[in-house]
């Protein structure tokens, strides 16, 4: 009789843990931060965020690290030490009769509630695309590094008006599994 109350009372209690569990996780990464929106569109431009997700990148500089660790300083382009590196995929299409400037890599920006400053991308898959002709759209890639668990949304600007364009990440895996 006791043994059954006892495993009652157990799975009661991971029940409720699993439960808000899972409610902490939806409501910090489903729910993109006040006045953000899917897409938005700025002088004749529609910018919408596809994916984002982060990259897997080994850079464990722990003491339980397999090998040799070496210190981010001597791996370029790795992340420093206690960041992530986050991929954002984002699509611009022009919708205007005209070509129009765009700079992607320059125009998005990245900005976290744990960070004053914005962060610009580490790097794109945009190249140095300078111009989108009319009707004509580009999907490419926006690297960023940045500590991991950081409710983060885009910050796009375009000839003067800015925007807040939301992105649903994950939390970060563990590259040190």
Do not use: C
Not at 7 to 27: K, M, P, Y
Not at 32 to 39: D, I, K, N, R
Not at 46 to 71: E, K, L, N
Not at 144 to 151: C, E, I, K, T
């Amino acid at each position: 009789m006791f043994r059954k109350v006892g495993i009652s009372v157990v799975l009661a209690a991971a029940l409720v843990v699993a439960f808000f569990g899972v409610r902490s996780f939806v409501g910090t990464n489903a729910q993109p931060s006040a006045g953000t929106e899917v897409s938005a569109t700025l002088s004749g431009l529609t910018a919408s965020v596809g994916s984002a997700d982060w990259v897997m990148m080994d850079h464990d500089m722990s003491s339980t690290a397999p090998g040799y660790q070496m210190p981010p300083a001597m791996m370029p382009g790795m992340p420093a030490e206690g960041q992530e590196r986050l991929e954002v995929s984002v699509t611009v299409v022009n919708n205007t009769k005209e070509t129009r400037p765009l700079k992607p890599g320059k125009e998005f920006l990245l900005r976290t509630e744990s960070a004053a400053d914005s962060l610009t991308p580490h790097s794109d898959t945009f190249g140095e695309l300078p111009r989108l002709a009319p009707g004509s759209a580009v999907t490419g890639v926006l690297y960023f590094d940045l500590p991991p668990h950081s409710p983060a949304w885009l910050e796009w600007t375009h000839e003067g008006a800015t925007v807040r364009l939301a992105i649903g990440v994950a939390p970060p895996h563990s590259n040190h599994g």
